[in-house]
């Protein structure tokens, strides 16, 4: 069993137990305030083996269910750019604020009507790169060259590494290496390696982009609608913390230019490329605040209370993801039981 697979297997544990607990009334003040979402793609689910990305899609259904089930819940749903007010003024009743990163198509096309139907606003989370083109989903270009190709040699500063891969499980171990190679690397230098390889292999990484991501024009259409605001996330989507500080400033400031450009209104919120500790440390947390942002969000996973009033520019999120789409699962995840359960 693969170390994603007995991870998930914890995940599930702990929320089957986080379920147990709300229903008996325990740690109810794991709750907090409320809650930041994060979903990327909204889209009938289609079956391919392997599936590293399977956590970073929902289908609409779920996404009509689950903010149905907070509804019931008694949530507020509100914009990302009033958790600020709402954590210095809290209120009886929790909020939940709704974000998605990367501006897909299926934002607009899947992800919207449903939105609307809750008269729920969202925040999207638009990378500049992508949007003109001008930088690829790497994460998408490997999947589709594992899924294509049983043998094949990538190549990056000198060192080849040969991948032999025809079933499912080896596939996905050969995308786990490879892309354990691109974080320890230069990653434009590793992305653009991937793309060269992906295109010897009949895989255009750019075409991906453009089949998935909202254009530049498209991203003016869309942020004009009432329930949407457009925040920055990066020009590069590169891991930040590998960044110098002048490239790091220039990628943030960039992107948030970006946005004002698009909306003419300069954003206030940043989400970090992954979100995790590749892009997330005091240094860019500082360089986001620097560029006269409000706040920004990481995936790090947890409720919001009244700490984080102070660290406005680490705020967590709550992945919607693939492996778990049950109205359970929205419940128990809400609560903040199991970020409490496994000590985040």
Same mark, same amino acid.
């Given at each position: 069993?693969?170390?994603?697979?007995?991870?998930?297997?914890?995940?599930?544990?702990?929320?089957?137990?986080?379920?147990?607990?709300?229903?008996?009334?325990?740690?109810?003040?794991?709750?907090?305030?409320?809650?930041?979402?994060?979903?990327?793609?909204? $889209? *009938?689910?289609?079956?391919?083996?392997?599936?590293?990305?399977?956590?970073?899609?929902?289908? *609409?259904?779920?996404?009509a269910t689950a903010l149905r089930t907070l509804? $019931?819940?008694?949530?507020?749903?509100?914009?990302?750019?009033?958790?600020?007010?709402?954590?210095?003024?809290?209120?009886?009743?929790?909020?939940?604020?709704?974000?998605?990163?990367?501006?897909?198509?299926?934002?607009?096309?899947?992800?919207?009507?449903?939105?609307?139907?809750?008269?729920? *606003?969202?925040?999207?989370?638009?990378?500049?790169?992508?949007?003109?083109?001008?930088?690829?989903?790497?994460?998408?270009?490997?999947?589709?060259?594992?899924?294509?190709?049983?043998?094949?040699?990538?190549?990056?500063?000198?060192?080849?590494?040969?991948?032999?891969?025809?079933?499912?499980?080896?596939?996905?171990?050969?995308?786990?290496?490879?892309?354990?190679?691109?974080?320890?690397?230069?990653?434009?230098?590793?992305i653009h390696a991937l793309n060269a390889l992906?295109?010897?292999?009949?895989?255009?990484?750019?075409?991906?982009?453009?089949?998935?991501?909202?254009?530049?024009?498209?991203?003016?259409?869309?942020?004009? !609608?009432?329930?949407?605001?457009?925040?920055?996330?990066?020009?590069?989507?590169?891991?930040?913390?590998?960044?110098?500080?002048?490239?790091?400033?220039?990628?943030?400031?960039?992107?948030?230019?970006?946005?004002?450009?698009?909306?003419?209104?300069?954003?206030?919120?940043?989400?970090? *490329?992954?979100?995790?500790?590749?892009?997330?440390?005091?240094?860019?947390?500082?360089?986001?605040?620097?560029?006269?942002?409000?706040?920004?969000?990481?995936?790090?996973?947890?409720?919001?209370?009244?700490? !984080?009033?102070?660290?406005?520019?680490?705020?967590?999120?709550?992945?919607?993801?693939?492996?778990?789409?049950?109205?359970?699962?929205?419940?128990?995840?809400?609560?903040?039981?199991?970020?409490?359960?496994?000590?985040?």
């Amino acid at each position: 069993m693969s170390k994603a697979s007995i991870r998930r297997k914890v995940i599930a544990g702990g929320l089957a137990t986080a379920s147990i607990m709300r229903q008996l009334n325990l740690m109810q003040d794991a709750r907090g305030y409320g809650t930041i979402f994060t979903l990327h793609h909204v $889209r *009938p689910y289609q079956a391919k083996e392997p599936d590293p990305n399977r956590h970073l899609e929902i289908t *609409p259904q779920f996404l009509a269910t689950a903010l149905r089930t907070l509804w $019931r819940e008694n949530y507020e749903f509100i914009r990302l750019d009033q958790v600020p007010q709402r954590l210095a003024a809290p209120s009886s009743r929790p909020f939940a604020a709704f974000t998605l990163d990367d501006a897909y198509h299926n934002t607009k096309t899947m992800a919207l009507p449903i939105f609307e139907h809750f008269e729920a *606003p969202c925040t999207v989370f638009a990378c500049q790169g992508l949007s003109n083109r001008s930088h690829t989903l790497w994460w998408e270009t490997l999947a589709a060259l594992v899924r294509k190709v049983d043998h094949f040699e990538f190549s990056l500063n000198g060192v080849t590494t040969a991948i032999s891969a025809q079933t499912p499980a080896s596939k996905q171990q050969a995308f786990d290496q490879i892309a354990q190679r691109i974080a320890q690397s230069d990653e434009a230098d590793a992305i653009h390696a991937l793309n060269a390889l992906a295109l010897h292999h009949g895989i255009n990484s750019v075409e991906m982009v453009e089949a998935a991501i909202l254009s530049t024009a498209e991203l003016r259409d869309f942020a004009s !609608h009432p329930l949407v605001t457009l925040g920055a996330h990066s020009v590069s989507h590169r891991a930040l913390t590998r960044l110098s500080d002048e490239d790091l400033a220039n990628d943030i400031v960039a992107s948030v230019d970006y946005i004002e450009g698009v909306t003419g209104q300069r954003p206030t919120s940043f989400a970090y *490329p992954y979100g995790d500790a590749r892009s997330v440390d005091d240094r860019t947390a500082n360089a986001v605040r620097d560029a006269g942002l409000r706040l920004a969000v990481t995936t790090r996973p947890g409720t919001l209370n009244a700490r !984080h009033q102070t660290a406005l520019y680490t705020l967590p999120r709550i992945s919607l993801n693939g492996y778990f789409q049950t109205p359970r699962h929205v419940t128990a995840l809400a609560s903040g039981i199991p970020f409490k359960l496994f000590g985040q």
